[in-house]
């Protein structure tokens, strides 16, 4: 039973290999035997879910000679992440089966995107530095085979290009601090090294270890300023996105979660993803906000909810950025293979007439009934068990909950819209807390609690309630200040990302004319 | 250098006027939510397609025919015959066509060389630096652009306040980009300009040394370069013009690249000064076509001959017998030609039902404003203005208007809770799993589109009386339906029923501006069950039966379902009439998938057609018009009883009803008109898909609610997307000019011709093909241009000395 989980990987890696023999024009046994092995794994990563309700996280044996090889670790972590990724698998390989029918590689296409998602499971899985490593750069290497299906396309090459820098640096990240925990501890496995990290075990090599954890997660996963690439890769088909953005742009966020032990052991890093993760997030949401091509703008928001979910890491909340995760993974991966229907929503957006505008006193209102709601549903699912960060978060939250009594409290809003978005506000919060509380309890014998905070966590625990709330309060009034002239110039820069991306194309001389590229050599060798 | 008194300045006028023809030479392009097939030849129309050919490659580098192996194959299969490449080659103007039939035919077996656009100055400072201003202009233009342009994609819209030019200049002021990437000082360049854009344009027409001669196609070139946005633009310009109005958007577009050549000029001009010299003596010479565009045009000009003689062999055969007396059904479809393939299923499963075909939008130029909603949408061609104004649903229905109207503005709210800054975070971890059932229910396709149910549609303000029977009578004499009603008679617009896709509108009704053709077919049922206006109607001569229902239908032409509107007019005694109606259509729908199955890769059965229109990945649900190529006016009686294949618009038209030539004056001035944009679009798109089509559809990115981009940004992409044209491995498209037949006598369309210019030129210039059908129905006379018509099947024909050459 201890390789169980391994079967799902191994399906979607035949599939590959038959993907590579049959790349060519609608190739109908791989797309059954695709579908097939993608339904296949998510049925042994539901076993392996069962079978982890009635015993002990575990890892495996390792497969393989000295310390490399292949180990499973199974607890909950990787349960959760496996049933995701297999769904989502399922569904992106599904919907490619449709979509790129008539193309002339869809062969190697499902091919490749077999291969990639091999890649992350195997990743998930990983019992050992080793095969992490291993499994970390080959998902980076197959989703640019993927990123670059057209490879003559300018536009896919200057992201693939912009990719490269940050995900080599990553992949360099990564390994060395590999190294400096085998280094440290004497082992490859991952669950001594937690065990012993979470026992205090630490020192200049792990803590050093966990900064490079950071550099390649907070790179990873597109914060700013290097979330220029993932903004930019909406040149390859849109299956492509929805796996990027709901399954491999969340390595970052699984590698904080898996070595949560080992990065709690440097109480100085947790302020930077803090402060990196708090910033990506605003920074990414205003920018979402002036986006008006639909996939673009999702792109921000995956920026924005990734640095949400670095925040979380930062202030040690494991099991909700484990919960963020999974939440985002499944709105994104809907959100862009549903993007077509752009058209049709913007236009019944326009139908019911124009939209009320909250004006100051109805936002003040909205914030109150907010906080009072929190009050509410947090005594009901007991505050006293929360640790401040929790709390804190939780705050943040229902500021986002008080826009949408604001929108109700109106002036102009009409009694039954007050008690619609009322009731909605309500069903929002419940659901949040108990969402939570079921992340916590899922991971309670895996992921480490909050720290306790000291004066410097306390610092940016209200550093971070008050940005957010400002933002919150600006965004509630929004249209009474944003088409002020004043804001304008504002406007056009946030709209340009502040520019971050147009540097990194210069630096990287991503306007060069076009030449052969090297991707396009290889596509035709 | 910023003055050149050699170059002498151009005065406003004539400035203006350049500016104005070069957005006339821009076709429009409707916002996808009410999408419309345009003729991308539009400001072309006067000239013939050697001509614009030569045209789109000096602007565009683009043929406008196909490749020279495409005709080749068709040569050596035999379906272009050696008697189809003289006619079109005897027939071809201009002294520079081959010699003979064998030249001609030697140039098909060689390729014709790819035309080379001349370069922008954007052209020649990526050479002289490197750097591809090209692409940075187009996508630092189409990034202003989608946000001006935005209807309500991003939550903080653009401000619009100043007009294009103002809007641009206001961003592109604060834009650091530009100089980021190398060309300093763009943004105080811009600050410095003209704050008009007609000044704008004066300065830099003589900074760039423009003469007056090189203006048009450089200035149709730059527009060009702007895709989509410049449709866009000329699509807000024909509405206004319609509307008795102007609109500048789009002379204001050409300012913005104008001032960006400027930039660039002057940021290297030491380079770039020569060559653009030698380049604006080519824009200043006069267009000619070259020889092998010349070529292409006659191989283009065959293909459509050999098209025309099967259409001929179809028309020659015999009709079927007609079977008289009361019929026991009539339906009323859309020209459109998905319905020829429905109209001959629903004959088929009972030869005595009568099918007619009109223009879609039933007579009745509706802006429709559908339940619970404030939009005016126009339900008509977009040639016309409205007529009339409706509204989904009366008085009684207001309550249950009221009610939807706060169920959408909730869930609107909750819309802008899951998009606003701070709240995202909050939408996603209360409930990102309620996304596991939709992923499942959308990859399952067990979300089932219903087709639309509004109440039925009223006019509003209402018609008096007079209004209502003039307009029934027009429209009835127009349908050439004025005796032997049946007992029901069913008014049938059609839609498509699509999920997740961009361009679900070009699926619907192109007579109905893009629209399902519901409300229009609805609206005329109730006009036509009126007792007051039948009373009125019989006086002149229209005597409906008491015992005639009028029922308003929808024909969805992705699943061959047919929905009856029959609640609108309850009627008990008609209820065993509905029931058989229902299950003959039921039965025709399940003939018409069987044989639109055969075409759509994939579909396997008719069975595989339902689950493809709820498929939320299929980007082929339907083929719409593809493979359309003719037009026919006539009774049915000439096409009843063998297959068109889904390849021509049906109009019934009977002239010897026709008095005075007005229903047909009516016919070659609209639907003829609305059928060959169709067919040109589907030609654009086929031969200059770079140009003139939307790209592919796996990497579309819906922009700004109106259109899509090809990948990250860049232009907007108007057409029709590849996967609409090809099905991976061939075209379905054959790119022909439509092939338009006419039942009536050449006089009264020679007379109808020389009335409407504009029509004229679409067949002097050959984007129509026109042929007079005999009183058997035979295509008997062939237009040829300048008013002659010359006989089909002539003996008199010169046996050519060509043929003897070969």
Same mark, same amino acid.
Request: negative net charge; without cysteine; proline residues 6%.
């Given at each position: 039973m201890d390789f169980l989980p391994l079967w799902a990987p191994s399906a979607l890696l035949l599939s590959a290999a038959l993907g590579f023999c049959i790349p060519g024009r609608r190739p109908r046994t791989l797309l059954k035997s695709a579908e097939v092995a993608a339904l296949a794994a998510i049925a042994f990563a539901s076993l392996s879910a069962t079978w982890l309700g009635f015993h002990a996280p575990s890892t495996s044996p390792l497969l393989g000679f000295g310390s490399f090889g292949i180990s499973v670790r199974l607890d909950a972590v990787s349960a959760v992440m496996l049933l995701l990724v297999t769904f989502v698998g399922w569904v992106v390989l599904r919907y490619s089966a449709t979509y790129l029918d008539g193309e002339g590689r869809q062969g190697a296409f499902v091919g490749w995107l077999c291969l990639t998602l091999a890649s992350v499971m195997l990743l998930i899985l990983a019992g050992n530095l080793v095969q992490l490593v291993a499994s970390w750069i080959a998902t980076s290497l197959s989703l640019n085979r993927l990123l670059l299906f057209y490879p003559d396309r300018m536009a896919a090459q200057r992201a693939a290009r912009k990719k490269f820098v940050p995900a080599r640096t990553a992949d360099t990240a990564l390994s060395g601090a590999a190294i400096l925990l085998a280094l440290h501890y004497h082992t490859t496995d991952i669950a001594t090294i937690l065990s012993a990290a979470r026992a205090g075990d630490g020192g200049a090599l792990p803590v050093s270890a966990a900064a490079l954890l950071a550099v390649a997660a907070m790179l990873k996963s597109a914060q700013f300023p290097t979330h220029g690439w993932l903004t930019e890769v909406m040149e390859t088909p849109t299956p492509v996105s929805a796996l990027l953005h709901a399954g491999v742009i969340n390595a970052g966020g699984f590698l904080l979660i898996r070595f949560a032990d080992v990065i709690l052991l440097a109480p100085t890093l947790l302020a930077i993803l803090v402060m990196v993760g708090g910033f990506t997030a605003v920074f990414g949401s205003l920018v979402m906000l002036t986006q008006p091509a639909v996939k673009t703008s999702l792109a921000w928001s995956t920026v924005a909810q990734m640095g949400f979910m670095m925040l979380e890491c930062g202030l040690g909340l494991f099991p909700l950025a484990l919960l963020h995760i999974v939440a985002h993974s499944l709105y994104k991966a809907h959100s862009f293979l549903a993007s077509g229907g752009a058209v049709e929503r913007v236009a019944t957006q326009r139908r019911p007439g124009p939209v009320a505008i909250p004006k100051a006193g109805a936002v003040g209102r909205a914030f109150l009934a907010a906080l009072a709601l929190y009050a509410l549903v947090g005594l009901a699912f007991g505050f006293?068990?929360?640790?401040p960060q929790a709390i804190a978060l939780g705050a943040i939250l229902i500021f986002g909950v008080a826009y949408l009594l604001a929108q109700g409290l109106a002036d102009a809003a009409p009694r039954a819209l007050t008690r619609k978005t009322a009731l909605y506000a309500i069903a929002t919060s419940v659901s949040y807390f108990a969402l939570q509380a079921g992340a916590v309890w899922l991971t309670s014998s895996v992921l480490p609690a909050a720290p306790t905070p000291g004066p410097l966590e306390w610092a940016l625990i209200i550093l971070a309630v008050i940005s957010f709330g400002f933002v919150a309060v600006v965004q509630a009034m929004f249209p009474l200040w944003a088409y002020h002239p004043a804001a304008a110039g504002l406007r056009v820069h946030l709209s340009n990302g502040f520019y971050a991306n147009a540097v990194f194309d210069r630096l990287l001389r991503g306007w060069a004319l076009q030449r052969p590229s090297r991707a396009l050599r290889r596509s035709q060798s | 250098m910023m003055n050149h008194p050699e170059f002498p300045l151009i005065d406003t006028e004539s400035l203006k006027h350049a500016a104005n023809q070069a957005a006339l030479a821009i076709p429009p392009a409707w916002p996808l939510a009410s999408s419309v097939a345009v003729n991308p030849f539009l400001g072309q129309s006067g000239e013939g397609l050697a001509e614009v050919g030569a045209r789109l490659a000096r602007v565009a580098g683009v043929a406008v025919t196909m490749p020279r192996a495409w005709y080749q194959e068709r040569i050596a299969s035999g379906a272009i015959s050696d008697a189809d490449l003289a006619d079109a080659l005897i027939n071809a103007p201009g002294d520079r066509r081959p010699a003979h039939l064998a030249a001609l035919k030697a140039m098909a077996l060689t390729l014709s060389p790819t035309p080379k656009a001349l370069p922008t100055i954007a052209d020649l400072a990526a050479q002289a630096s490197g750097i591809d201003w090209r692409a940075l202009i187009a996508e630092r233009l189409g990034s202003w652009a989608a946000g001006y342009f935005d209807v309500g994609q991003a939550l903080w819209a653009a401000p619009r306040g100043a007009g294009a030019y103002g809007a641009w200049r206001a961003v592109a002021t604060h834009d650091l980009t530009p100089e980021i990437v190398g060309l300093r000082g763009f943004a105080t360049h811009v600050s410095k300009a003209p704050d008009n854009a007609c000044g704008a344009m004066a300065r830099a027409v003589q900074r760039l040394r423009l003469s007056a001669g090189a203006l048009e196609t450089y200035f149709h070139q730059l527009l060009l370069n702007l895709g989509g946005w410049a449709q866009y633009a000329r699509y807000l310009s024909w509405r206004a013009e319609l509307g008795g109005a102007s609109d500048e958007t789009i002379t204001e577009l050409l300012a913005v690249r104008l001032i960006w050549e400027e930039a660039l000029f002057e940021r290297y001009v030491e380079q770039i000064a020569d060559p653009w010299t030698a380049v604006l003596a080519e824009h200043a010479a006069p267009l000619a076509p070259t020889a092998d565009q010349i070529v292409d045009t006659i191989l283009q000009e065959a293909s459509e001959r050999a098209a025309q003689r099967s259409l001929a062999l179809f028309l020659s055969a015999a009709a079927p017998a007609v079977s008289e007396g009361r019929p026991p059904l009539q339906v009323a479809f859309c020209? &459109?030609?998905? /319905?020829e393939v429905f109209r001959r299923a629903l004959e088929g499963v009972n030869p005595g039902i009568q099918t007619l075909g009109f223009a879609g939008f039933f007579g009745l130029t509706a802006s429709h404003r559908r339940f619970a909603s404030d939009v005016h949408e126009l339900r008509l061609p977009v040639l016309l203005n409205p007529a009339v104004t409706t509204c989904a649903g009366g008085t009684h229905d207001l309550p249950a208007d009221q009610a939807m109207r706060f169920k959408a503005r909730a869930r609107r709210a909750w819309v802008r809770f899951k998009l606003a800054a701070v709240s995202s975070f909050a939408f996603v971890e209360a409930t990102g799993p309620i996304y596991i059932g939709k992923l499942l229910t959308d990859s399952l396709g067990l979300h089932r589109a219903s087709p639309p149910n509004d109440p039925a549609p009223s006019f509003d303000p209402a018609l008096d009386i007079a209004t209502r029977v003039q307009a029934a009578e027009t429209i009835l004499r127009a349908m050439s339906l004025t005796a032997n009603f049946a007992r029901l008679v069913l008014i049938a617009g059609h839609g498509a029923n699509v999920v997740n896709n961009p361009h679900a509108s070009a699926l619907h009704c192109g007579a109905c501006g893009g629209y399902s053709g519901e409300v229009n077919a609805r609206l005329l049922a109730s006009l036509l069950n009126d007792t007051a206006v039948r009373a009125d109607l019989k006086s002149r001569g229209i005597a409906i039966p008491a015992d005639s229902l009028f029922v308003g239908a929808l024909h969805d032409t992705t699943t061959d379902a047919v929905t009856l509107y029959s609640d609108d007019h309850p009627s008990p005694t008609h209820d065993e009439d509905l029931k058989t109606a229902t299950t003959r259509l039921a039965a025709a729908g399940q003939a018409t998938r069987g044989e639109r199955a055969l075409r759509l890769p994939g579909a396997d059965t008719e069975r595989g057609i339902a689950r493809r229109s709820r498929d939320w990945a299929e980007v082929r649900p339907e083929w719409a018009l593809a493979g359309c190529q003719a037009f026919i006016a006539a009774p049915r009686t000439r096409t009843a009883g063998r297959s068109l294949a889904g390849r021509a618009f049906l109009h019934d038209y009977d002239w010897r009803q026709d008095s005075r030539f007005g229903v047909l004056e009516l016919i070659m001035t609209a639907p003829v008109v609305v059928a060959s944009w169709i067919s040109l679009q589907y030609y654009g798109s086929t031969v200059a898909p770079d140009v003139f089509g939307a790209g592919n559809k796996l990497l579309h990115n819906v922009v700004g609610g109106i259109g899509v981009l090809e990948g990250n940004g860049g232009i907007l992409r108007a057409g029709l997307p590849w996967q609409s044209i090809h099905d991976g491995e061939r075209y379905v498209h054959e790119p022909l000019r439509l092939t338009v037949c006419i039942e009536a006598p050449r006089e009264a369309m020679t007379g109808i011709l020389t009335r409407h210019e504009g029509v004229r030129a679409l067949f002097d210039h050959r984007w129509l093909h026109l042929f007079a059908l005999d009183d058997d129905g035979r295509m008997k006379w062939r237009y040829a241009g300048d008013l002659q018509w010359t006989p089909m099947n &002539? /003996?008199?024909?010169?046996?050519?000395p060509l043929r003897i050459a070969v």
């Open positions: 006293e068990h929360k640790s | 020209i &459109d030609v998905r /319905s &002539d /003996s008199t024909r010169p046996e050519y």
